[in-house]
T-cell receptor, first 112, second 112 residues
Framework: AQRVTQPEKLLSVFKGAPVELKCNYSYSGSPELFWYVQYSRQRLQLLLRHISRESIKGFTADLNKGETSFHLKKPFAQEEDSAMYYC??????????????FGKGTSLLVTP | KAGVTQTPRYLIKTRGQQVTLSCSPISGHRSVSWYQQTPGQGLQFLFEYFSETQRNKGNFPGRFSGRQFSNSRSEMNVSTLELGDSALYLCASCSGYQETQYFGPGTRLLVL
């Protein structure tokens, strides 16, 4: 099974501190990985996709194939970053069908 | 473009009943996926449809079924409801050729 592991259920940091949300995946070929974010009372939305290699809202994520990790980082956390963060891996089957395999999520709390 | 919409937003049913949830994808998107979100199991993939054909299916019992119409709108049906089916059901759409999925606000189902 292609597992996605987010080891921290809850991460609390102070405003202005660096933040790193961990994501590890089970090795299998070339992974397509995503970070999704869910702010309070809002829908799940895409934050980052690894192949785009862009920075959104100051967040970056680097794929490390050696460590099978895709950690999400931001140098200076803001209070508005408080949300639930999900790491997900795209699975494709023989019918070209898609499915996102999600980690359990990490709740990030940024306190003033 | 309008985002993914889901109806109804909230639903209360009793055990043994059946329920139908609806999803309208982003205009032009031909792939629709369904996910179940619960506090215990997190986000789990149910199935994916593309051009009215089921392309992928998760590990859910046969009580969970879906379909897609020619306008790409999708419905999912749960028959013989159980208490454990209480969850937030999310629909996501993508073009079908590019893998980024966009999520709807969800339908919250409570089974009593």
């Amino acid at each position: 099974a292609q597992r996605v592991t987010q080891p921290e259920k809850l991460l609390s940091v102070f405003k202005g501190a660096p933040v790193e949300l961990k994501c590890n995946y089970s090795y299998s070929g070339s992974p397509e990985l995503f970070w999704y974010v869910q702010y309070s009372r809002q829908r799940l939305q895409l934050l980052l996709r690894h192949i785009s290699r862009e920075s959104i809202k100051g967040f970056t994520a680097d794929l490390n194939k050696g460590e099978t990790s895709f950690h999400l980082k931001k140098p200076f956390a803001q209070e508005e970053d408080s949300a639930m963060y999900y790491c997900a891996r795209l699975k494709k089957n023989s019918n070209s069908g898609y499915a996102l395999n999600f980690g359990k999520g990490t709740s990030l709390l940024v306190t003033p | 473009k309008a985002g993914v919409t889901q109806t109804p937003r909230y639903l209360i049913k009793t055990r043994g009943q059946q329920v139908t949830l609806s999803c309208s994808p982003i205009s032009g998107h031909r792939s629709v996926s369904w996910y179940q979100q619960t506090p215990g199991q997190g986000l789990q993939f149910l199935f994916e449809y593309f051009s009215e054909t089921q392309r992928n299916k998760g590990n859910f019992p046969g009580r969970f079924s879906g379909r897609q119409f020619s306008n790409s709108r999708s419905e999912m049906n749960v028959s013989t409801l159980e208490l454990g089916d209480s969850a937030l059901y999310l629909c996501a759409s993508c073009s079908g050729y590019q893998e980024t999925q966009y999520f709807g606000p969800g339908t919250r189902l409570l089974v009593l």
